[in-house]
């Protein structure tokens, strides 16, 4: 039994060739989703390929590679996909922007084939855009599908509390992620997630997620972002969430993206990752 890898998530896309262009990438990746989950040792997975549709890329990232649409897009939600994330003991696919009701029934849908399909992730949740009044009906259409799926939601710690207010009667699992790197951040970590505890309640879960790259600290749009995040505030993040997971602060973290475990740039990173949640866990005891 492992304590802290099965409170970690993978977060990324199955790719369809190798190497690829990926979202939000800048070099190419031969890094699938499964192969990331598999070199850090976790079973658990957020699936990133229903994100998107074609014609939202086309309208909103043009600039992105042209592959992207035939190595991500075009086999999301596939068999083939399912099939390569079939030892996952969890998976939890990523809603469509802008179609987050028709994605949420075909995924609760796949779940009864696929029942490692364990819930829907809803990625930047933003009440002020109309997040909050699809939750309802979304809530009800997949429990009315199969009751046991679970809502995950996208939280940010620089954005308003009252984006989350109201959401707990519909929200299992709310994922927390702070946009901008900040070594303060992490040090004052167990207060901002009283905060969001304050507004959800004590009862749901939390789990934290942590950057890579560094796409908030510029302020360009993030396709402009070419900065890995710096390597004392990536220490310190991984550091502080092994530890508040381990502790019962939070339950558990999330690690993205797959595709840039393969990138030279970020090995140092993930090298270092891997290190350190190998021997966190291999040096704390399950009773």
């Known amino acids: 039994m492992s304590f802290l890898k099965d409170r970690i998530w993978s977060w990324g896309y199955v790719l369809d060739k190798i190497p690829s262009s990926v979202p939000f990438t800048f070099e190419k990746s031969r890094c699938s989703l499964e192969t990331q989950a598999a070199w850090l040792g976790v079973q658990h997975v957020n699936y990133n390929n229903s994100l998107f549709s074609k014609e939202y890329i086309e309208n909103h990232f043009p600039q992105w590679d042209k592959e992207i649409l035939s190595t991500c897009i075009e086999n999301r939600l596939s068999d083939s996909h399912m099939q390569r994330l079939s030892h996952m003991k969890g998976i939890f696919c990523m809603l469509e922007h802008d ?39 979304l809530h009800d259409k997949i429990k009315e599908i199969n009751p046991a799926l679970k809502i995950s939601i996208v939280t940010y710690s620089n954005w308003d509390q009252k984006e989350y207010q109201n959401t707990s009667k519909y929200v299992d699992m709310y994922s927390r992620w702070c946009w901008v790197p900040a070594e303060d951040y992490w040090r004052f970590h167990e207060n901002d997630i009283q905060r969001l505890r304050d507004v959800i309640g004590p009862e749901k879960s939390i789990i934290q997620g942590i950057y890579i790259h560094d796409f908030g600290s510029s302020g360009l749009p993030v396709t ?11 220490q310190k993040s991984v550091e502080t969430i092994c530890e508040n997971t381990f502790n019962g602060i939070i339950d558990g973290f999330i690690i993205p993206q797959a595709a840039y475990f393969s990138c ?24």
Request: hydrophobic residues 40%; aromatic residues 14%; neutral net charge.
């Open 99 to 137: 179609h987050y009701l028709e994605s949420a029934i075909r995924i609760a849908k796949l779940s009864l084939k696929y029942p490692n399909i364990v819930g829907v992730n809803f990625d930047d949740f933003c009440a002020a855009r109309g997040s909050s009044s699809i939750l309802p009906e």
């Open 224 to 234: 402009q972002c070419y900065s890995k995040v710096p390597f004392e505030v990536f």
């Open 264 to 287: 030279l740039s970020h090995k140092k990173h993930v090298c270092w990752l891997k290190e350190y949640i190998d021997w966190f866990d291999a040096t704390t005891t399950v009773l």
